[in-house]
């Protein structure tokens, strides 16, 4: 049986930058969108022969905004990923999208049609107030309106993204966030604690607006897993939460060490025994100059290391058994209800999610990795 393996397709464009980005994304470049189709293109074709002795069960196009790239490019990629890889009938293809440019019924039902059947919606706040803050250009109503185009177009997977922390947020606007989220309808949230990082437009003026405290984030985060358990939203990663059955395929597969090839500038790859990158460089990218920022195999040890990190992310955690030499860290981490043990497995309780980083140094540094 061939093994699995994931696409990603990074489409660089946006209608504006977000205050908060550091994603290689592009504003004001719509000229350079065909061009970019076709480097894709051929980018895919020239992978394509590497991966013949694999089935693709999840595509997924990033960004970016890949609704402002435009339905009908997106579904030509697709189609020409159909037609060059082995994609299983029931692969996950997802396509984020921004409320903005996601509200036309049309545009849709092409994606749909083509092969598309996850939609991630970059809802990020209900509140306008919030929203202009951070420099996003939809509004709470355009939000509302992507979701009804997307169940019309025949989405019946959908995925919210939400961001708590944001400037002058309150503990109250943030559940009030999460409630407006819940009353759409969707079948998958990511919720996500704002990063100030260094070199956006936020973080300059970092010093002239008022951000939630650690302490207040952590409150938020808290109140947004308790909340979603209660409206039927599992957490299955720290910031993922989805009905039965929901969860995002694709991105357990990076969660599980599972392989994928990344295309365009900015785009990543596990494949092989490889970790590989693209360089961010739209322009080298358009004269078929792919160059890489990252290229090495992946040691043993360092990839143990990842599977401990990545693992005690999930909230189902790790098996005891490849736990054994972290036992009194974890049992340490137990008493002070940062970790418990649940069918066999060691796994973070949502206050060890808290301060996962802290814990998974520990439990790394107890196994010598």
């Known amino acids: 049986m061939k093994p699995n393996l994931g696409l990603y397709i990074h489409i660089p464009f946006c209608k504006s930058k977000c205050a908060y980005c550091d994603f290689y994304s592009l504003a004001r470049s719509e000229p350079a969108m065909d061009a970019y189709a076709a480097a894709l293109e051929t980018s895919l074709r020239t992978a394509a022969p590497k991966a013949a002795g694999y089935v693709v069960d999840t595509v997924y196009f990033g960004g970016g905004t890949p609704s402002f790239f435009g339905a009908s490019r997106l579904a030509a990629l697709l189609e020409m990923i ?42 990020q706040s209900a509140d306008d107030e919030e929203l202009r803050a951070v420099g996003r250009i939809h509004t709470a109503a355009d939000t509302a309106a992507a979701v009804s185009a997307a169940r019309k177009a025949g989405f019946d997977n959908l995925s919210l993204d939400l961001i708590y922390g944001l400037p002058g947020q309150t503990r109250e606007r943030w559940r009030a966030n999460l409630a407006a989220a819940v009353a759409l309808a969707p079948e998958h949230l990511s919720c996500y604690g704002l990063k100030v990082e260094p070199g956006t437009p936020l973080y300059n003026r970092r010093d002239s607006i008022s951000l939630p405290d650690d302490d207040a984030q952590a409150d938020m985060y808290l109140d947004t897993v308790e909340f979603l358990a209660g409206q039927g939203f599992a957490q299955y990663e720290i910031s993922n939460f989805a009905l039965r059955g929901h969860e995002s395929r694709h991105n357990l597969k990076y969660w599980t060490l599972g392989e994928y090839l990344g295309f365009g500038p900015g785009a990543h790859s596990d494949f092989g025994g490889r970790r590989f990158a693209v360089a961010r460089d739209l322009d080298s990218f358009l004269r078929g100059n792919v160059t890489y920022s990252e290229d090495a195999p992946i040691m043993q040890r ?36 940062l970790a418990e043990q649940s069918g066999g497995n060691w796994r973070l309780t949502p206050r060890g999610f808290l301060i996962s980083n802290a814990v998974i140094v520990r439990v790394q540094d107890a196994m010598e990795l």
């Open 82 to 123: 159909s037609d060059c890889f082995d994609v299983l009938p029931d692969a996950e293809i997802t396509t984020e999208a921004n409320p903005e440019s996601a509200r036309n019924v049309d545009a849709l039902r092409v994606l749909r049609r083509a092969g598309f059947n996850r939609v991630s919606l970059g809802m």
């Open 302 to 337: 360092e990839r143990a290391a990842e599977r401990i990190m990545l693992g005690l992310r999930l909230a189902r955690g790790l098996p005891i058994t490849e736990l054994a030499g972290a036992e009194s860290v974890l049992r340490a981490c137990a008493a002070h209800g």
